[in-house]
């Protein structure tokens, strides 16, 4: 598979990554693009673990025993 640049501005950012990298484009275009997917799986893992103590307090926190369903929620709004 080919993967064709036409964007002078991407075609220009590769060249120079490259070039300081001592990289052929390719090579400069596969290494940008796996620290960019590498960085973007790190985020969502921090994300997951930030947000893990709420899911716990909220899994912890015992039922009411009460039914909230949409007709609940549709006279709470006034709505029919």
Known sequence: MTLDIRDEDVDRLAET???MA?????EA???A???ELQRREQSLAE???RIKP???A???TPSTGLKADKAFY???NGQP
């Open 17 to 19: 990554l490259a070039s």
């Open 22 to 26: 001592g990289l052929s484009k390719t």
């Open 29 to 31: 275009v596969r290494m």
């Open 33 to 35: 693009l796996a620290n």
């Open 47 to 49: 994300f997951w673990a």
């Open 54 to 56: 709420i899911q716990d």
């Open 58 to 60: 909220i899994a912890a």
């Open 74 to 76: 549709d006279e709470l």
